[in-house]
């Protein structure tokens, strides 16, 4: 079998950890699995015009940390296919800010959703400052009982790693109420760390940081069901079967 492609939908920087963390993430996954992944950066302002046919050449899409991306309407549109095309996603970090954003803007009809670190004179300041910023930070995140991410975790809590400074707005959470976008951990403080889109057969996005356990040589379970979902696509299988973890939920 050929290998699995990933779309890494952001700006590399070899400076940036999670970017770094990420391939070696993805490998340790693939083992488990026993199968390979082929990761190709997909830089957020080559993200223009029609992108059907260039994103539906990768298996999964992953949406990274490190913004304010170069494009931001660039890493919106690359989220919108993954969203819209059924395509394996997960976003982190930044890839969660902007799954948020997207999901305002495009199917909420929020069309001045925005991040405060790109644009702190928006009308919509979806995304804002942390009360306490969360750099090289971790942190404990309470699973939504039921959930997807629950049944792939296999546990009701979990420590995770971060590097952010921004997240959902709190005076905004009301907005996903009743939304596919389900709401499904949160840190101790009771504030958003996860979402899930229940309309879709595997769509997480995360503020944490999940890559960071691949400095470690762990495989970290998210991204195992990710590449599960992902190979369960390029299998034809996604939708009816998927992975075992994600649709235990």
Not at 28 to 43: F, I, K, N, Q
Not at 44 to 63: I, N, Q, Y
Not at 76 to 98: D, K, N, Y
Not at 230 to 244: I, N, Q
Request: proline share 6%; with cysteine; aromatic share 8%.
């Amino acid at each position: 079998m050929q290998p699995l492609s990933i779309g890494l939908i952001g700006d590399y920087s070899p400076a940036v950890p999670a970017h770094v963390a990420i391939p070696l993430a993805l490998d340790l996954a693939a083992v488990v699995l026993g199968c390979t992944v082929r990761a190709e950066w997909l830089p957020t302002e080559d993200l223009t015009g029609d992108l059907s046919e260039r994103l539906a050449a990768f298996d999964g899409l992953w949406c990274v940390p490190a913004s304010p991306y170069a494009s931001m309407d660039g890493a919106l549109r690359g989220i919108q296919f993954a969203r819209t095309q059924g395509r394996p996603f997960l976003g982190t970090c930044g890839g969660f800010q902007h799954a948020l954003i997207e999901y305002a803007r495009n199917v909420l009809g929020l069309i001045d959703a925005d991040h405060a670190e790109s644009n702190p004179e928006t009308s919509l300041p979806l995304m804002v400052a942390l009360e306490c910023a969360l750099i090289e930070a971790t942190g404990t995140i309470e699973l939504q009982d039921g959930s997807r991410v629950a049944a792939l975790y296999g546990q009701r809590e979990v420590v995770e790693a971060y590097h952010c400074r921004f997240g959902l707005n709190p005076h905004y959470e009301a907005l996903l109420a009743d939304t596919d976008l389900h709401i499904t951990g949160r840190d101790s403080g009771g504030e958003v760390r996860i979402v899930e889109l229940e309309s879709h057969p595997f769509y997480v996005a995360t503020l944490f940081q999940p890559e960071r356990s691949a400095f470690k040589g762990h495989a970290h379970p998210l991204i195992t069901a990710y590449i599960g979902a992902v190979l369960a696509g390029r299998a034809g299988t996604l939708e009816s079967v998927g992975a075992a973890a994600w649709n235990a939920g």
